[in-house]
Every structure is written in C-alpha cells, then in structure tokens.
C-alpha cells in the first residue's frame, strides 16, 4: 500500500516534497500530538491508522475521526501555523512517510494540485468528524464498534486487528465490561473472533451488515473529494 494523496500528485508536483520525505515506522500507542502542540510535522500513512481523539477536563476521551493512507495528519499546518485540536494517537503499527511544515508550505505555494489536496482532505476530514458526532450520540455501541473495525480493517493489510480493551474502550466513550459484552456477542454471531488484545474479522459482509448508515457516508464523502486507490 501506498499514501494516496502523495501517490496522486503529477511527478512535478511530488519532486517538490520528495527530497523531504523521510519513511517511517510508527509503533502502536505512540503520541503524535496532545492538543495545544504546535504542528511541526505532517504524516502521510502508507498503512496502518491514526485516531484524533476529543479529550475532556475529566480525562475521558472518545475518537472523532480516523486517518490512514487515503489521507495525512496535519496536513492543515501546509496553509499556515496550526496547534492541534487533537489528541493524535497510532492505533496500529504505521508506516509513513514525514516531512516538516517548512517544506511542505513551501511546495503548497508552488503546486496548484497539492493545494487542492490540501482543501479536499480537510473538507473529508471534517465531514467525517461531524458525522462521528451524530453516531457517537445516536447509534448502539454494536454498530459503532462495527464500524470502527470496518474503518480500520480499509487501512490495514489484515484481517487481524491488535488492540486493548482499554484502547477500544477509548476509541467507543465506553466502559470495558461493554465493549467485552459487544465483542462477545459479534463472536457468537461468528462476526468477529475476538482475543485477549486481538480482533479477527471473520465475516466482513457481517460486519457491514451489522454497522449503521454512517460508515457507508463516511466512505462515500472520502471516494468523493479523495483520489482513488491505485
């Protein structure tokens, strides 16, 4: 797998970023930014994803939106300074590719296409967190646990997913036991085989079956303002 955003650029274009693209492995749980840090380094995935995650004054968190190949992280900080909103956490071991907002701003003002890019995957990236809002509020914890592993399972190259019952946890608004009562239940359907840190997704169509209509809208808003797979 490759970013799409960089795999799309003309070859003119992606020479102005290229020499300053360093590749990178990101372990899971790694903290990319808190909210308030300056962004100083923009991430585009090849594989893997990234969650942004809303924190409260208590401590509580619950993810807003989700960032993987088809996109980058940080990619507003191109147009000028940003401070993140966000608590930008790697949910799966990542490979990307960086580079520093210098450059990138640079390049930005230098190629059309790459402002386009820019102005589309905010426009995807926002679509996606407000329609995460009104999930969050209005759909079951089984449909949004669905849909959590359908997003994450179209930015990875397996069907295994690692994660915590706290991180999932996290990433729902939910207590543990929850998720675990969730996770079990999609197991007896013979959805999901689900481990002590491990999810496998056993029957996808299942799976899409079981989400709600905001999975479907969410992809529909990327395939609509970002560029295609390869």
């Known amino acids: 797998m490759r970013n799409r955003l960089l795999a799309s650029l003309p070859s003119d274009d992606y020479a102005l970023l290229a020499p300053h693209l360093v590749q990178v492995d990101l372990e899971r749980g790694r903290l990319l930014y808190d909210p308030g840090d300056p962004i100083e380094t923009v991430y585009f995935p090849h594989d893997g994803v990234v969650s942004l995650m809303t924190l409260m004054e208590n ?3 619950i993810e807003s939106a989700t960032i993987g190949p088809e996109g980058a992280l940080g990619l507003m900080a191109a147009v000028s300074p940003r401070q993140s909103l966000l ?4 949910q799966t071991p990542v490979r990307a590719a960086r580079i520093s907002v210098a450059p990138l701003h640079e390049a930005w003002e230098k190629s059309v ?4 890019l820019v102005d589309n995957h905010n426009e995807a990236l926002f679509g996606h967190a407000i329609q995460s809002v009104a ?3 209005l759909h079951s914890v089984e449909a949004r646990f669905c849909r959590w592993l359908l997003t994450c399972h179209d930015r990875i190259s397996s069907d295994t997913v690692a994660l915590t019952q706290e991180f999932l946890a996290d990433m729902l608004g939910v207590q543990r036991t ?3 009562a969730v996770a079990r239940s999609l197991q007896e359907k013979g959805v ?9 997704i056993i029957d996808r169509p299942a799976l899409e079956q079981y989400t709600c209509e905001c999975y479907g809208a969410i992809r529909r808003t990327y395939e609509r303002l970002l560029p295609p797979e390869a």
């Open 59 to 61: 401590g509580a968190a």
């Open 87 to 90: 608590r930008a956490i790697v």
């Open 113 to 116: 296409e790459l402002r386009r």
């Open 135 to 137: 999930c969050n509020a």
């Open 178 to 180: 929850t998720v675990t």
């Open 192 to 200: 999901i085989r689900y481990r002590r840190g491990v999810v496998d």
